[in-house]
């Protein structure tokens, strides 16, 4: 078969996009950025600026229809895989191992020397095909989801562990970059912008209409009280999604469930080309 690859046509990035809803788990699918409403149109701005772009969308075409894609972030140190997929009919072409040699032989001219990449857990065939191309795992981040506001049984089972604010005077805060997360949701569906408390400076994010989305490093929740009750004071009605390195996480705070689980996989560039299957 006769596959060129080559950078996605804007007129694609639509069907890229279903391609990518095609294999997700519509929980999963929902808490990220892809299920967002104006993920497609975002991917366009992104790269108005051609080569240039941060964002590079890589297409495989047999003739003129796209059978698969590739969207890779550079970034100052690596090359990052955000999204690799393939039309379910081509799979076992090898179109997936030609989009990932397209990514590398692309980071070695530009002179990156790491790839990186996430993959759900449950994803066992992706995460042994990386495994088998030179990839090795970094670390895993657990996927929680919750609600903002605790039941009273709840705050008793915590309160002796986690510091709760006495006062409103220890709510004060002050949010960051806010108009312009306004202005981004409403034409993405999703924003960013960041909470400053007298705990901590905190980026939050946004996901449609649906959660709040934050990175927690590993042993930082048990303080974030204070940050979900600004939380609580924007939006009662979102919930929590936390990513964090943290596998005890649940035990600290009894509104979290498990809802998925990645895995950080990298790869260091040697000089001698690969070819994959």
Same mark, same amino acid.
């Given at each position: 078969?006769?596959?060129?690859?080559?950078?996605?046509l804007?007129?694609?990035?639509?069907h890229?996009?279903?391609l990518?809803?095609?294999?997700?788990p519509?929980?999963?699918?929902?808490q990220t950025?892809?299920?967002?409403t104006?993920?497609?149109?975002?991917?366009?701005?992104?790269?108005?600026?051609?080569?240039?772009?941060?964002t590079?969308?890589?297409?495989?075409?047999?003739?003129?229809?796209? #059978? =698969? +894609? *590739? %969207?890779?972030? $550079?970034?100052?140190q690596?090359?990052?895989?955000?999204?690799?997929?393939? !039309? @379910?009919?081509?799979?076992?072409?090898?179109?997936?191992?030609?989009?990932m040699?397209?990514?590398?032989?692309?980071?070695?001219?530009?002179?990156?020397?790491?790839?990186?990449?996430?993959?759900?857990s449950?994803?066992e065939?992706?995460?042994?095909?990386?495994?088998? #191309? =030179? +990839? *090795? %795992?970094?670390? $895993?981040?657990?996927?929680?989801?919750?609600?903002?506001?605790?039941?009273? !049984? @709840?705050?008793?089972?915590?309160?002796?562990?986690?510091?709760?604010?006495?006062s409103?005077?220890?709510?004060?805060?002050?949010?960051?970059?806010?108009?312009?997360?306004?202005?981004?949701?409403?034409?993405?569906?999703?924003?960013?912008?960041?909470?400053?408390?007298?705990?901590?400076?905190?980026?939050?994010? $946004?996901?449609?209409?649906?959660?709040?989305r934050?990175?927690?490093?590993?042993?930082?929740?048990?303080?974030?009280?204070?940050?979900?009750?600004v939380?609580i004071?924007?939006?009662?009605t979102?919930?929590?999604?936390?990513?964090?390195?943290?596998?005890?996480?649940?035990?600290?705070?009894p509104?979290?469930?498990?809802?998925?689980?990645?895995i950080?996989?990298?790869k260091?560039?040697?000089?001698?080309?690969v070819?994959?299957?």
């Open positions: 078969m006769n596959v060129q690859f080559r950078p996605l804007e007129e694609d990035i639509y890229a996009c279903r990518l809803r095609s294999y997700l519509e929980q999963v699918y929902k950025i892809f299920a967002c104006g993920y497609a149109a975002y991917l366009q701005a992104a790269c108005k600026c051609g080569s240039h772009s941060t590079l969308l890589i297409g495989a075409y047999s003739g003129d229809h796209l #059978i =698969g +894609f *590739a %969207e890779w972030r $550079r970034m100052e690596m090359l990052v895989l955000n999204n690799l997929n393939v !039309d @379910a009919a081509y799979r076992k072409d090898g179109i997936g191992g030609q989009l040699a397209y990514g590398e032989e692309l980071a070695r001219k530009e002179g990156i020397k790491m790839l990186a990449l996430d993959v759900f449950w994803n065939q992706a995460h042994a095909w990386y495994l088998r #191309i =030179g +990839f *090795a %795992e970094e670390g $895993r981040t657990y996927w929680y989801e919750g609600d903002l506001v605790q039941s009273q !049984d @709840a705050t008793e089972e915590v309160k002796d562990d986690i510091t709760l604010p006495e409103n005077d220890e709510l004060d805060y002050i949010i960051d970059d806010y108009p312009m997360a306004e202005a981004h949701h409403i034409k993405y569906g999703f924003s960013s912008f960041r909470i400053r408390t007298k705990q901590k400076t905190s980026v939050v994010g $946004r996901l449609g209409d649906q959660y709040f934050i990175q927690v490093p590993s042993g930082e929740w048990d303080g974030c009280y204070h940050l979900t009750d939380l004071d924007l939006d009662p979102r919930k929590m999604l936390l990513l964090s390195p943290d596998v005890y996480l649940r035990e600290k705070d509104r979290l469930t498990l809802s998925s689980e990645s950080r996989m990298i260091i560039l040697e000089n001698q080309e070819m994959y299957e």
